[in-house]
């Protein structure tokens, strides 16, 4: 991979993400044992740096740096003012002293990621900032569908519901098109930020011609837009862009970054449908994220094969 | 043990409390070490899932776990709005995907743990739900007294105080009666659930007679229903109901779960007194909740023995 | 050294803070290794017990306690009733019957420090204790100022700000002075307490004369005493105690504990400069840190040495 950071998935040629989602398939082989737990990153530091709150997400990262045996260092300061302007520089600072191999962010501005990379020597990943980006989600999402279909290229992708306000769909319509996916975008038409055309995706204000897709994936709807100036009303968003039974035609795949809300973007009926891959996606998650942490910490090189070889091989008493 | 879960005592036979009580037995050798560590769980993850604020039980069953040497990843979601229902259902399917040995659940919603129990192939632990029960309390309790009595048969009981909102309590009585000790519940006939002797017990509402008790088990006078509308008074309470010195005759024991409310339940003076086992049972804790552990995860069967003589033998170089 | 627990700079002799500033020397050779950490107290437990908020501190102390292999538990119970009086007795009953090592606990109460290592047979490191103290930051900040003067006999230090209320002031002045240094605070009459003098320090109500000062330690302005009846307003404040590039001499060196609040008691330019040790005094704590917990846990003693040049041998595999 080309530089010390994943601030953004315009970062990533389509080469880096299929060095990452590979390395990701042998860590799915480390995660279906007993013992799922390689040495790679023993004695090294993770911080995590939450200033947003999330289960999923940063215990998937915490999982991860864990499962490479590095220490992990959690700090949560919802609500805090320290993330803005010259207090979130100063955190860094104060937390670069301590040499963390990597230290994960999520912040609620949007390029916070991009400052933190640029103000510390570590390896900074952006676990979601604002509106900005969210690269690994986009990436678990890359692996569970190449997983599920094998390959990615032509397949057509239709992301549905509050584009403007997701990081999610931002990161998405990137690494979808870069592999080599088509994607289109569908949304109320105050949901769908003006000029989204030049990430590489089409547009659509309403539903009709989704049976053409292979893959419909559901976004969040935001508990703070339900009630705001951007839909008329929950009723008539669900009535024209919900996904049920009858909209999720055979043979589509369903995703969604979740948590899902039931009887909004999404039926129950479909969540838990055999076309639904969110499960999968959670799963995805953690070998998703110890590839990026392993790719990014490791450094690459000629040499990865082997000691990665020698850190998975199974059955002999590692020191981790 | 005959199932994956720990969700109520009536899970548990006999034979299956003596062998938890044993192994943990055996767990108090580790923890006087210096080196207080098992390998057994190691790249194993637990989950710790607290729904409500916990000092002990939860930094309890993290010790446990990590002197384990399990990865334990602890979410904490007070006051969240995520335990309910569906969303429940979610959050044990995104735990789920991180296939851990065991998800740790206490909750304010009686049955949460059942549900997760259901929902989730990992092996659940109720470490407390609603008014509904708490089984490695009672654990521990049991624990705690055998070793200081020896022998439980006929050992006679009073459980003081709240017994309507107490999951201790509850499962205090399926547990020491399934010892064999004879178990009476005291309190204000409003605080006294409706056919509890359906439990295996007595029921009084007065103080008297309570010299015959073996054991006086005093439960915690929850804060929200100081000035509800089930006692007249804190200090009508106290008068009818504290145990204090006089009320605690020589030889008798005294239980409590933690934490104590000094002047409500329990006079200051009895509190630090030697016949207060109060700091055991918490002392009792890790131990149990170890057994627990690893009762439920190693599945037992006939080489347990010996696994369990080469994970905690001493002097040697663990890579725990 | 002499006690089982650090609560007062005024426990450590000089030869105790040059055996911890030796022993912090030889961790920061670990620290800028791969693996950052050493065995020493694998399988022992420590407790951070924190009753106020704190990002650099807690993560300091964690990363310090896993750095040295210790199984760690965070307790964090801001806003919580239970750091009073009897409440504190109980939570560290509770906590001692895990047995740790260590127990590490910030309060907002002065002497809260003190009077749990009274109750407690764990190692008791006071994180700071209200306006009493804070010594392992005053040991952090000399070990800083060691590192790059060499030697502290008769260097000048000028603390300057709200001295009255600040843990950090009065620790630094017993170390320092301790350390031959010679120590004036200097901030507005209101914010300087009475007797101060009797730590062994001068004051000066004004900066006037601060020039002869070889270190200049600027104490970070609270936020709650900025609209206090303490100072007229902060403008006043800044104009006459700010240290911005006029004030601050070249070969002066300047020090803060941070968090600082630029444009208040430092202004932006010189908390960037390279005569500022801030991030330094950062990066000091985990090392710092690391050596009190090794010599308060492993008792020193005549074979400390080799113990430790076995514990911190790089290049072959510890199980750590």
């Known amino acids: ?47 995590n740096l939450f200033y947003e709150a999330s289960t999923r997400t940063s215990s998937s990262f915490e999982l991860a740096a864990k499962r490479l045996s590095a220490d992990v260092v959690n700090i949560k300061s919802v609500g805090s003012s320290v993330d803005k302007g010259e207090s ?63 390959a990615l290229e032509g397949v057509k992708i239709w992301i549905v519901g509050d584009v403007l306000h997701s990081r999610v769909a931002r990161s998405g319509v990137l690494a979808f098109s870069r592999m080599g996916c088509s994607v289109t975008v569908c949304g109320p038409p105050t949901l769908i930020p003006r000029g989204v055309e030049a990430l590489g995706c089409d547009v659509r204000w309403s539903l009709e011609g989704i049976e053409e897709a292979n893959v419909i994936y559901a976004l969040r709807m935001q508990n703070e837009r339900m009630t705001g100036s951007f839909v008329p009303s929950l009723r008539e968003y669900a009535a024209r862009y919900q996904i049920d039974g009858r909209r999720l035609a055979p043979g589509q ?25 969110i499960v999968q996606q959670v799963e995805s998650g953690v070998v998703v994220r110890m590839a990026v942490l392993y790719e990014l910490l490791t450094g690459g090189g000629p040499d990865t094969g082997s000691r990665f070889a020698r850190d998975t091989a199974a059955g002999e008493p590692q020191p981790a």
Chains 1, 2, 3 share one sequence.
């Open 253 to 277: 795949l369903l995703m969604h970054p979740g948590p899902v809300n039931r009887g909004v973007e999404l039926a129950g009926e479909v969540v838990d449908s055999p076309q639904a891959l």
């Open 1 to 47: 991979m080309r530089g010390k950071d994943l601030v953004s998935v315009d970062d990533l040629s389509r080469a880096d993400i299929e060095l990452i989602l590979d390395r990701a398939e042998s860590f799915a082989e480390v995660s279906v044992r007993e013992i799922k737990k390689v040495p790679t990153l023993r004695g090294r530091t993770i911080v």
């Open 88 to 150: 979130l520089k100063d955190t860094v600072q104060t937390l670069s002293a301590y040499d963390p191999a990597a230290i994960v962010i999520r912040s609620p501005h949007a390029g916070a990621a991009g400052l933190v990379a640029r103000w510390s020597a570590a390896s900074v990943i952006n676990a979601g900032d604002g509106k900005h980006e969210h690269p690994t989600q986009a990436l678990l999402d890359v692996y569970t569908l190449r997983r599920r279909l094998g």
